[in-house]
């Protein structure tokens, strides 16, 4: 064989090596292929097929565990109308019906939809304080909620899972709300405090947002000014599907977890007839009372305003029939539909009044008189708490929080700026005793601040240490004395509470305590003392004060913290109508006496004040508010004094209220 024959049969060798090798590989890139083809086919076939899912094969499917993607599978929409409704048309097919209806571009004309921008929200209500939920995805669990001032929000809201979802009763925010003519009539509709205006909430975010599976107490009117909001909403008879009954504290919330639900767990869920409605910016929706809905708002900034409402003229018929909070949810969809079933024409229950001839803004109707409401949005607990007895009863009140004098030995030079400073800032009730020895400086403050003497509560105490060496024969006197004394030396016209102090000295020395209550009840007849109260007190000197006074216990002052105090004397108070003042709430006592702190430092108080973006210590103050407790507060730091006065801001959900009265069980 020559040299050019066996190269030829090499290289031709090598042609079959080549593709013996590549075949394995083409195979299997023909494999990848044809699978890849078969995958996509099937996938066209099922998206085909998912598009033409009902709502109930979507949700049966298990595919979805959210809600909002459920949205696009309801196929049944809320009425939709052009503008607004003509009043006939509204009261006779809606309101009278209780039918919901989507009214397309009916707030254009507003002055919030044109007008407010971050930047001008903030130029003209940056210190107007709002509710803020510090999540977006609501659940079954509690929101954390707390005030904030709106610029504080605003510069930040954008990075943040907050949502702004809060009343507010300020006048000049109440100007970018138009109210239609179908509503301004008057005796017809009425807010839940049974007043002729309505109850107006405001809501911003950054979108993505997610409300509970919820029904509302009143009637509502939604309007979008930015961004769109996705509703579904569903007929009250659809409620017994959606479980209402089994979240016994809060009725109107069903217990689906709309952002994780499980089917099998809720199948109720799947059979609801829902119906869809996408209200864009300027539009704006009416929801009636008892109809169950679910809102999802798209990423983007959202803000709206609802106007919350009750059928004044109907009201009356409604409880007629034995409706209330306590009524099961079965018994009251069926006497509800009755109700409207049966409701006369609304104007002939009460007049309407004519139809002003343009749209007016919602403060003509909530403040006809212009008058500026409080710049604060919602009220959590009382801001004022009443006192039993005394010269004017019911009608004394002692503010939610006390200014406390007692200081370390040394420090009584600055009594009179600190408790001038603290009155100045917004403290209201201040708290002295003899003991403290600084009553002259304080009644200097008071005298020297900011309000009239009426406006201040003064706490004053007398120490029974002081009166006890007199003897049986002198206790009168001497008392008579004391308090004549602090009279003189705080220099203020009255005493607004007067307590004797260390009251647990007298457990056994009570026949001494009857003397010193009685003469402390002479001052009160001779109005230079208007109520009276035990500090450090015991359950014994309560009752035995009880046994025998006139005028009655008003308030007692007692150490109250998470981890201390005297759960019989808290609870009698509360049960009695006992103002309880609370000292020692942040633990300060310990670094008296060169101690650590364990109140204040608890990991647990440490990761609320995180969570709820606030402080440890007005964590501990709003505790013991929600608790019923006047927290008293020493700070002689202005920066504290500001903050402390704040600690309403927020309002612990019941869980961490839960959480913090477990500490009881860890005593220091």
Same mark, same amino acid.
């Given at each position: 064989m020559s040299d050019e024959e066996k190269i030829k049969k090499k290289k031709k060798l090598s042609r079959s090596d080549v593709f013996a090798f590549l075949f394995p590989f083409l195979t299997a890139v023909f494999s990848v292929l044809i699978g890849y083809y078969t995958v996509s086919r099937n996938l066209k076939q099922f998206k085909s097929d998912e598009a033409n899912w009902t709502y109930r094969e979507a949700c049966l499917s298990g595919r979805y565990t959210n809600l909002k993607d459920l949205h696009r599978f309801v196929t049944q929409h809320i009425p939709i109308v052009q503008g607004e409704l003509s009043r006939d048309a509204f009261l006779e097919n809606h309101l009278m019906k209780e039918r919901p209806v989507l009214m397309k571009g009916a707030a254009l004309h507003w002055k919030s939809y044109k007008l407010w921008s971050d930047n001008y929200l903030n130029q003209q209500f940056h210190d107007v304080k709002f509710y803020i939920d510090l999540r977006k995805h609501h659940s079954t669990d509690f929101a954390v909620r707390r005030k904030m001032k709106l610029t504080q929000f605003l510069m930040q809201y954008r990075s943040k899972d907050w949502y702004l979802d809060s009343m507010t009763m300020d006048t000049a925010f109440m100007d970018g709300t138009n109210v239609p003519g179908y509503m301004n009539m008057s005796g017809l509709f009425s807010t839940a405090e049974g007043t002729d205006h309505f109850y107006h909430n405001f809501y911003l975010s950054s979108g993505n947002t997610s409300s509970p599976l919820h029904y509302d107490g009143y009637?509502?009117?939604?309007?979008?000014?930015?961004?769109? =909001?996705?509703?579904?909403?569903? &007929?009250?008879? &659809?409620?017994?599907?959606?479980?209402?009954?089994?979240?016994?504290?809060?009725s109107n919330l069903s217990p689906i977890n709309v952002t994780n639900f499980n089917v099998t767990n809720h199948p109720g869920l799947c059979d609801v007839r829902w119906k869809r409605a996408v209200v864009e910016a300027g539009d704006t929706l009416y929801v009636p009372f008892l109809h169950s809905h679910h809102v999802y708002s798209p990423p983007g900034r959202n803000m709206a305003? #609802? @106007?919350?409402?009750?059928? #004044?003229?109907?009201?009356?018929?409604?409880?007629?029939?034995?409706?209330?909070?306590?009524? *099961?949810?079965?018994? !009251?969809?069926?006497?509800?539909?009755?109700?409207?079933?049966? +409701?006369?024409?609304?104007? &002939? *229950?009460?007049?309407?009044?004519?139809?002003?001839?343009?749209?007016?803004?919602? +403060?003509?109707?909530?403040?006809?008189?212009?008058?500026?409401?409080? +710049?604060?949005?919602?009220?959590?607990?009382?801001?004022?708490?009443?006192?039993?007895?005394?010269?004017?009863? /019911? =009608?004394r009140r002692i503010g939610p929080i006390a200014y406390g004098t007692g200081v370390p030995e040394g420090s009584i030079s600055h009594v009179y700026l600190n408790t001038k400073e603290a009155l100045? +800032?917004?403290? =209201?009730?201040?708290?002295?005793?003899?003991?403290?020895?600084?009553?002259?400086? *304080?009644?200097?403050?008071?005298?020297?601040?900011?309000?009239?003497?009426?406006?201040?509560?003064?706490?004053?105490?007398?120490?029974?240490?002081?009166?006890?060496?007199?003897?049986p024969g002198g206790i009168a006197d001497k008392t008579r004395s004391i308090i004549k004394g602090c009279l003189e030396r705080l220099n203020v016209g009255y005493i607004d509470l007067? @307590?004797?102090?260390?009251?647990?000295?007298?457990?056994?020395?009570?026949?001494?305590?009857?003397?010193?209550? =009685?003469? !402390?009840?002479?001052?009160?007849?001779?109005?230079?003392?208007?109520?009276?109260?035990?500090?450090?007190? /015991? @359950?014994?000197?309560?009752?035995?004060?009880?046994?025998?006074a006139t005028i009655p216990v008003s308030a007692v002052q007692n150490l109250f913290n998470p981890t201390e105090y005297d759960e019989a004397v808290y609870k009698y108070c509360m049960e009695n109508r006992i103002v309880y003042l609370g000292f020692g709430i942040t633990g300060d006592f310990h670094a008296v006496y060169g101690q650590p702190n364990p109140i204040l430092n608890h990991p647990l108080i440490r990761s609320l004040s995180e969570l709820y973006v606030t402080s440890q210590q007005l964590i501990l103050y709003n505790w013991a508010a929600q608790m019923g407790v006047i927290p008293i507060s020493r700070t002689t730091s202005i920066s504290h004094m500001k903050e402390n006065l704040e600690f309403r801001d927020i309002f612990l959900n019941p869980t961490h209220l839960e959480q913090i009265n477990g500490l009881l069980a860890i005593r220091t």
């Open positions: 009637a509502n009117f939604l309007t979008v000014l930015d961004g769109r =909001k996705e509703w579904i909403i569903a &007929e009250p008879e &659809e409620i017994l599907k959606l479980q209402y009954d089994e979240f016994l504290d809060h305003l #609802g @106007m919350w409402f009750t059928l #004044g003229a109907y009201d009356a018929l409604l409880d007629a029939t034995g409706f209330d909070d306590s009524t *099961v949810t079965s018994d !009251m969809i069926k006497i509800f539909k009755d109700h409207v079933a049966a +409701r006369p024409p609304p104007c &002939e *229950v009460t007049s309407c009044a004519p139809l002003p001839s343009h749209h007016t803004s919602l +403060r003509t109707l909530v403040a006809p008189g212009n008058e500026q409401f409080s +710049r604060d949005s919602d009220v959590p607990p009382p801001a004022w708490y009443p006192l039993n007895g005394g010269d004017q009863g /019911e =009608k100045n +800032r917004g403290f =209201k009730v201040v708290d002295t005793a003899t003991m403290y020895g600084n009553e002259l400086e *304080v009644g200097q403050a008071v005298r020297d601040s900011r309000w009239s003497r009426g406006a201040v509560f003064v706490i004053d105490k007398i120490l029974a240490d002081d009166i006890i060496p007199a003897g007067l @307590m004797i102090h260390d009251t647990f000295e007298l457990t056994d020395l009570l026949p001494f305590l009857t003397v010193i209550w =009685k003469v !402390m009840e002479e001052f009160v007849k001779e109005g230079v003392v208007h109520s009276l109260g035990l500090s450090h007190a /015991e @359950m014994i000197t309560i009752k035995h004060v009880e046994s025998f």
